[in-house]
């Protein structure tokens, strides 16, 4: 048997048997988990029409500014590029853990929406829903999405343009959200981060806030990241692979 497998079932019992008996559970997901349902990154290569161009420089509030169109056709791409996705294996072991464990919060950094499709309720979404449009103006939010992506979209009340919901380079998070999930790190028992670099903050401070106060700290990771030394238990692999994993330990566990 490979020792990292050995290793890695060992952490999955241990974490197991420590969520059955938590009466708070926040987890921490980025970007790792939706890479697996085939989503790219920001470091990811970009292909086709937009190969030419860096994502940074499509997704602040000076490149809206200065042409509106091509970012909003560009965010149109990559809605179109999410339609034809749906959540992987980990969101929905995700989603199972939430209605199987008596207080579960889930905070992302996710912008895909996948956590809700796979059926988690409790997420905060730190850095938005690219689902979603938000007046530039008035910050009014709506799921309405035209259908025409060579055309700006206005606000139907002020006639603003309209912008995807989601946090951009330079902007800061909603501080009603970061409070709530800073609040929530702060009372769990504990705090699993799962699929993220621990290195965007203020997300990646999560992990320490959870920790000094006195929260058990698990990472699901395929590397080793900054919040692994910190980590109680370190469980190296894909979510897609580990998650399930767990979840059916967590089953078997309350079935018992």
Not at 11 to 21: E, P, V, Y
């Amino acid at each position: 048997m490979n020792p990292r497998y050995a290793e890695n079932i060992s952490g999955i019992d241990a974490l197991a048997n420590i969520l059955t008996q938590a009466t708070s559970v926040v987890v921490a997901t980025g970007a790792g988990v939706s890479a697996e349902s085939g989503i790219p990154t920001f470091r990811d290569p970009q292909d086709g029409l937009w190969s030419r161009y860096r994502p940074q420089d499509l997704a602040t509030p000076e490149a809206f500014a200065r042409d509106p169109v091509t970012v909003w056709n560009w965010y149109q791409w990559r809605r179109q590029r999410l339609a034809r996705v749906a959540p992987n294996a980990g969101h929905f072991a995700l989603a199972h853990l939430e209605r199987i464990l008596p207080s579960f919060r889930l905070i992302t950094q996710n912008v895909d929406g996948l956590h809700a499709a796979a059926g988690n309720q409790e997420i905060l979404e730190l850095h938005g829903n690219i689902r979603r449009n938000r007046c530039s103006r008035e910050g009014t939010v709506s799921d309405w999405m035209p259908s025409e992506s060579d055309k700006l979209p206005t606000c139907p009340d002020c006639r603003a343009p309209l912008r995807p919901d989601v946090v951009w380079f330079g902007e800061s998070l909603d501080p009603t959200l970061l409070r709530r999930a800073v609040e929530a790190a702060g009372r769990a028992d504990v705090f699993l981060s799962v699929g993220t670099s621990a290195l965007v903050e203020p997300a990646a401070s999560l992990g320490r806030h959870a920790d000094s106060h006195g929260a058990m700290i698990a990472e699901i990771n395929p590397e080793r990241t900054p919040l692994t030394d910190l980590a109680d238990i370190f469980i190296q692999g894909k979510s897609g692979e580990v998650l399930p994993r767990l979840m059916r330990r967590v089953l078997a566990i309350l079935e018992e």
